[in-house]
């Protein structure tokens, strides 16, 4: 059974949070999500602010262009985007009511 299909108990339930001081905007995650939930942006001032400072060196380094999650209800749960990231920068967490 793929992940698609054996996630579906949980779809829609939760939705996956962007690390910002780990995401490099690669863009694997966009690539990967069969149900376009990222898209890749650029980190507003008060995104920048309250990263580390590794992570405002590494947000530089990148153009401060990261992952964003534009459409966290259409997560299917399949985890396919956390498991090709290649900074470990995303998780899987609950979606607010
Ligand atoms: S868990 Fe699956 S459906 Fe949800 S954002 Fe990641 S790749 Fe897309």
């Not at 829609?12 to 990967?32: F, L, S, Y």
Request: hydrophobic content about 35%.
């Amino acid at each position: 059974m793929s992940n698609i299909e054996s996630c579906s108990d949980i779809s829609g339930r939760v939705a996956p949070v962007v690390d910002r001081n780990r995401c490099e905007g690669k863009e694997d995650c966009v690539v990967v999500c069969p149900y376009n939930v990222f898209e890749i942006g650029t980190l507003s001032k008060s995104d920048r602010s309250g990263l580390t400072v590794l992570g405002k060196l590494k947000a530089w380094a990148h153009g401060n262009r990261q992952a964003f999650v534009v459409n966290p209800g259409a997560c299917h749960a399949c985890k396919l985007c956390v498991d090709i990231c290649p900074e470990n920068a995303l998780t899987l967490r609950p979606r607010s009511s």
